[in-house]
């Protein structure tokens, strides 16, 4: 089993940072992808930025040039440093892991942390 634990979430007001971290733990073998996902009241869950095992990253567009992923060099951490923080950018952040372990190979969800942007 494998288990995905995000933290990080919190208050921030407009144009200001926080950082996330999500945490793969369990009987992993090996991540190929870890991705960030948010899910805004009232919205369908999206695509905020991913990160394979060789580095290659993705971005919604909605948040290039604000925020990056980026990984431990062990592969089961991954961090979301966001900047520049708009009110629409207030939603539950989920992690994943397509994830292989010794017995199932699969995507695995974090139960998700909120970010809330206002002043």
């Known amino acids: 089993q494998v288990h995905v634990v995000e933290s990080g979430g919190g208050l921030v007001q407009p144009g200001g940072s926080l950082r996330l971290s999500c945490a793969a733990s369990g009987s992993i073998v090996n991540i190929s992808v870890m991705g960030w996902y948010r899910q805004a009241p009232g919205k369908q869950r999206e695509l905020v930025a991913a990160i394979t095992s060789g580095g290659s990253t993705n971005y919604a567009d909605s948040v290039k040039g604000r925020f990056t992923i980026s990984r431990d060099n062990d592969n089961t951490t991954v961090y979301l440093q966001m900047n520049s923080l708009k009110p629409e950018d207030a939603a539950v952040y989920y992690c994943?892991?397509?994830?292989?372990?010794?017995?199932?190979?699969?995507?695995?969800w974090g139960q998700g942390t909120q970010v809330t942007v206002s002043s």
């Open positions: 994943n892991a397509d994830a292989r372990s010794a017995s199932h190979a699969g995507v695995y």
